[in-house]
C-alpha cells in the first residue's frame, strides 16, 4: 500500500497496533460489500497525520536554521 501511495505522491503511512481492527474491518467492507469508502477514508485520515508530522519537522528545520 506504502508503495502506491508514494508512486502517485502521497507520504507514507502506518498503522499503529491499536487501529488495526479498523484497518481489516475497512479491507473487510470493501471485499465483501464493494464498499472502498470505509478504507479511503481511514487513508486519508492517516494521510493528514503523516503530512502534519512532516510539516512539524520541515517547521522544526526552519526554525534551527535560522538560529545558525
Given at each position: ?15 499503529a497496533k491499536e487501529n488495526r ?30 503530512l502534519d508530522r ?15
Amino acid at each position: 500500500m506504502n508503495y502506491q501511495l508514494m508512486a502517485n505522491g502521497f507520504a507514507p503511512i502506518s498503522i499503529a497496533k491499536e487501529n488495526r481492527l479498523d484497518y481489516f474491518n475497512a479491507l473487510e467492507a470493501y471485499a465483501v460489500e464493494g464498499d472502498i469508502s470505509p478504507f479511503a477514508e481511514m487513508i486519508a485520515e492517516l494521510e493528514e497525520v503523516q503530512l502534519d508530522r512532516y510539516l512539524a519537522m520541515t517547521r522544526q528545520a526552519q526554525g534551527m536554521n535560522q538560529q545558525l
